[in-house]
C-alpha cells in the first residue's frame, strides 16, 4: 500500500504565509502551492490567520449576531414594523381603515397606500389612497395587515 505524503509540508506552510502576507488571494496562493482553494482557506484559519478584522472586531460581531434559537429580524423590517406597531413590539387596536380617500391608478401619489380594493378590472376596483409613512406602500391599517411579525407557524423538530 503507498503512503500518502502530507498536503502541508513545511516548506508549504511558509510559502502560505509568504503570500497571504504578500496580499494574495487564497485562488492565487493554491494555484501557486498546488492544493486547492478549500484546503487553503482551511490552513489560513487553523493557523488563525486572517485579514481586516482584529480580534476584538470578530469578538464584537460575535456578540451582536443572534443567539442559536432566536431569528435575527433585517433592520429595515424592524424599522417598518416599529413604525406600525409602535417601539414597544404590541399591536396597536386597528380600528376601521378610513376609505374616503380612494383613488384610481392615475390618482396614486407617491405617499398614497397602494392597498388594492376589489379586482382587477372590476368597475368598482381602486387603491385605499390613505397617507403611507415615509418610504412604506401601505397606510398603517393596511401594513397591518400586510406585516405581521411572527406570523408564520413554528416547525418543531424533533
Known amino acids: 500500500m503507498p503512503v500518502l505524503s502530507p498536503t502541508w509540508t513545511d516548506e508549504r506552510v511558509e ?11 487564497c485562488s492565487e496562493i493554491a494555484a501557486g502551492i498546488g492544493v486547492s482553494r478549500n484546503a487553503v482557506i482551511g490552513k489560513l484559519s487553523r493557523l488563525n490567520l486572517t485579514r481586516g478584522r482584529t480580534s476584538d472586531e ?3 460581531e460575535r456578540s451582536l449576531a443572534p443567539r442559536r434559537g432566536t431569528r435575527a429580524v433585517p433592520r429595515l423590517q424592524y424599522e417598518m414594523l416599529a413604525t406600525i406597531y ?12 378610513d376609505d374616503a380617500n380612494r ?13 388594492p380594493i376589489s379586482t382587477p378590472g372590476a368597475d368598482d376596483f381602486c387603491f385605499c389612497g390613505n397617507i403611507a409613512p415615509d418610504g ?15 406570523s408564520r407557524p413554528r416547525v418543531m423538530r424533533g
Open 15 to 25: 510559502l502560505l504565509k509568504q503570500h497571504f502576507e504578500a496580499g494574495l488571494t
Open 58 to 60: 470578530r469578538k464584537f
Open 136 to 150: 412604506q406602500s401601505y397606510c398603517t391599517g393596511h401594513s397591518r395587515l400586510a406585516y405581521r411579525p411572527n
Open 86 to 97: 409602535g417601539e414597544t413590539g404590541a399591536p396597536v387596536v386597528a380600528g376601521p381603515i
Open 103 to 115: 383613488c384610481s391608478l392615475l390618482e396614486l401619489a407617491e405617499n398614497c397606500c397602494r392597498w
